[in-house]
């Protein structure tokens, strides 16, 4: 197990940082996983077992089991890498100001997505800034 620190933008001028312990376990079956955990948030980041589309400007790097403690929510969501410059993403930007969903329903029959968990920026960066930080290790 390692302890990780790093930063976040929590704002447009304000930088702050986020520590969490890092570690690699097993599931039942025996496959590896990423497990992050600090005060606010219990990560664990599966890689993905889906193949690359050709000409695609993302590919799923990881799929993530997200506990918010303080809230008591646990949701899933993909995570990301863009091929051209290999950082991370989650989500999409919400309708809601100031916030980002993490979880989202699609409708292929009216070609419309539907928004099920939006979180605020500052916690998204902040989730963002651990899964960048524990891929890099």
């Known amino acids: 197990m390692a302890t990780i620190t790093t930063t976040f933008h929590a704002s447009e ?12 376990k097993l599931t039942a079956d025996g496959k590896g996983y990423l497990s992050l955990d600090n005060p606010k948030y219990h990560i664990a980041l599966f ?15 990881f799929n993530a089991r997200v506990t918010m403690k303080e809230a008591g929510i646990t949701f899933h969501m993909p995570v990301r890498q ?5 950082s991370l993403i989650a989500g999409q930007r919400s ?3 100031s916030k980002r969903t993490v979880v989202s329903d699609w409708n292929a029959k009216t070609s419309t997505s539907y928004e099920r968990l939006a979180i605020p920026d500052e916690n ?8 960048t930080a524990a891929d890099q290790a």
């Open 13 to 24: 001028v304000k930088e702050s940082p986020v520590s969490f312990d890092l570690d690699k």
């Open 47 to 61: 890689p993905a077992k889906v193949e690359p589309v050709l000409g695609a400007r993302s590919q799923i790097k």
């Open 82 to 86: 863009l091929v051209d410059d290999g």
């Open 95 to 97: 309708a809601f100001q």
């Open 124 to 131: 998204y960066r902040e989730l963002m800034a651990m899964i």
